[in-house]
């Protein structure tokens, strides 16, 4: 029996301007990037840009007082929530995670 065939996926988040954005399960890190930089600009008014973009793995941003903020990836989502808290609190205090999300690859075969 031939071994599984597997596909990327990536996702990807954007912040900015009171906005945010994600997109998961998309087979090009382009296109991840771009769905989620329209979806943060479809919801506040200033410019995006991408926080984090990851590839068969997952992805955390948690958010602080004061707007500070912190993003994680690995392969198992409580490591990449784990990450962004410790990052957000290295400059924030009362960090909690504002999204996280996995983009696994899948197999094609």
């Known amino acids: 029996m031939p071994s599984p065939k597997w596909q ?42 991408i926080v984090v973009s990851y590839k068969n793995q997952c992805a955390a941003v948690a958010w602080g007082d004061d707007s500070q903020s912190g993003w994680g990836r690995a392969g198992d989502i409580a490591v990449a929530r784990k990450a962004a ?7 924030g205090t009362n960090c909690k995670v504002f999204y996280a999300e996995c983009s696994y690859p899948v197999p094609v075969r």
């Open 8 to 49: 990327n996926r990536w996702g990807a988040i954007a912040a900015g301007g009171g906005g945010l954005g994600a997109s998961v399960n998309m087979t090009k890190k382009q296109a991840a990037e771009k769905a989620a930089i329209k979806q943060c600009q479809e919801s506040g008014p200033g410019p995006c840009s």
């Open 85 to 91: 808290l410790s990052a957000c609190a290295e400059t």
